[in-house]
């Protein structure tokens, strides 16, 4: 294959991997501004239960997505992994149609956060396929377009949420998903090597201390990254109507949506740790703004810096693995890597249900205040390979 030939290949998988991101976050974004009142109103499950759920899904994250890229790595495939991940997902929205406890969400909940070991072996494909100056901005496009699926299948909830009910809502957002399976199955097509050979998967040696210094602080800074359902909810404790939630959440995909992308190329240029603090101090100021008990109108500003610190964090916080991990084992570092992010995010919700259970709803916030300066702290001492060309 002439170079030329091998770029329009690279192009048309990035615009592959982009629609099918763009579609299955439709789907799940339908679901996700209205998951913490369907899990608190309809199946009345406490915040405490709130927490469980949303923590356990992040844990799950961490090893679907550890799994699938040591996998990935060691059978030199990475489309199975893919198709199968968004296949998960679409499963488990009929899942959660289904339920009528809240104990039952559990497995599809599992299912669901196992659909996320299609992470690591795209991100790697797509790592594979860019060259070093435009990485960013891929990663930017891949997250501009899950923010831009996103904001659709809000907008999909606010309009039809009455109309429909919860449980078909639910059911119909299985849809997009089929169809990124399609597009995944039918457009991706993978290289298949001569060789049968199974290479060795990622070992501890293969971490240097940079790469291991960013892990730790990305752990620490994830111990305190609660999620988003506590926003939420907090929210409607402020005086917002169940109906406006959907919207704050529209407000805060919006502006990820229009940043990802910006917030990508930046990230060429002047590199990945500026980036990757103006995201760190954006998730400070919704703490900051939250301890400052602001008034019902100030509210979503909380949603706007949520939105700048996600639009920052996604596309970069991957690319910097991606670069600081060898070539070689870049699944297995992405796999490994959010493996560590999930397995703090279920001890985070945790404790975060149980403070604003016990002490308050602003006392998750003062935590995770204290841990997101650490990692503010910590990240001066990476070591970052800017890159070229």
Known sequence: ???EESQRESRKMIRVFAASSFLNDMGSDAIYPVWPLFVTDVLKA???ALGLLDGLGEALVSLSQAGSGYLSDRLKRRKPFIWAGYLCGALSRLGYAASRVWPLLIPFRVLDRLGKMRTPPRDAQVADVSPPAQRGRNFGLLRAMDNLGAVCGILFAILFLKVLGYRLLFALAAIPSVIAVALVLIFIKEKRSGERKIYKGLSFKNIDRNFRLYILLNGLFALGAF????????????GYKTVFIPVLYLVFTAVASLLSLPF???SDRIGRKRVLHIAFVS???VCVTVLAHPSKLVVPLIFVFYGIHKGALDPVQRAFVTELSPAAYRASSLGAFQ????LCALPASLAAGWLWQRLGDVAPFVLSL???VSAISLLFFVREHRPTS
């Open 1 to 3: 294959m002439s170079v």
């Open 227 to 238: 999620s988003y359902s506590f926003l939420l909810i907090y929210a409607r404790k402020s």
């Open 370 to 372: 204290g841990l997101t």
């Open 283 to 285: 998730w400070a100021a």
């Open 46 to 48: 406490d915040m405490a």
């Open 264 to 266: 990508g190329r930046l």
């Open 339 to 342: 493996m560590v992010i999930g």
